[in-house]
């Protein structure tokens, strides 16, 4: 029994080393594609698009706050409060837009990018199972620092199966 768990404790690891497996870089691959430089083209505008509203928002606050300054020793008490109250809440609606805007782009991004991913997925899924590969490696940031004799560069597959090349 001793003998046979030794065994297959020896065959196991060179079962494994035979495994075929392919590796790419995921982003090179999604940043190249149509789908996701129109995803980032949108996002683009939709930040120039917040970014100018903040700004406006940011003007007129400033504006008022230096009308309240030229005018704070004339005006009598109530309007003075009333003036610092509108200026508090001018400035708690622009935190909370910023705050609201950073929230609204990064959905925007996922909602935008998904459907890229979603097809550079099946594209690799596919090239994988064409290729009969048991798992697949993403080198992004030079995170794997060897490959083997049985790893294949996917990266021309997925391209072509993305009608990229």
């Known amino acids: 029994m001793k003998k046979v768990i030794i065994a297959l404790l020896m ?20 940043t190249a594609m149509p ?6 083209n949108k996002l683009t505008d939709l930040k120039a698009q917040y970014k ?16 309240f300054l030229e005018g704070q020793k004339d005006f009598p008490q109530n309007i ?21 805007c950073e929230k609204l782009l990064k959905n925007a991004e996922t909602e935008l ?8 997925n099946a594209a690799i899924g596919q090239v994988g199972t064409e290729m009969q590969l048991d798992y697949i490696v993403n080198v992004e940031n030079n995170n794997i620092l060897f490959v083997g004799p049985n790893g294949i560069d ?4 997925v391209l072509a199966k993305l009608g990229m090349q």
Not at 15 to 22: I, N, R
Not at 52 to 67: G, I, P, Q, V
Not at 154 to 157: L, P, Q
């Open 11 to 30: 065959v196991l690891p060179l079962s494994a080393m035979a495994q075929k497996f392919g590796y790419m870089n995921y982003n090179d691959v999604l």
């Open 35 to 40: 789908e996701y430089l129109q995803a980032q």
């Open 52 to 67: 100018a509203e903040t700004t406006r928002s940011e003007e007129d606050f400033n504006r008022k706050y230096n009308e």
């Open 80 to 100: 003075l409060q009333k003036r610092q109250k509108e200026l508090q809440d001018l400035y708690q609606n622009g935190v909370q837009f910023r705050e609201e």
């Open 113 to 120: 990018t998904n459907p890229a991913k979603a097809k550079l």
């Open 154 to 157: 996917i990266t021309n597959a």
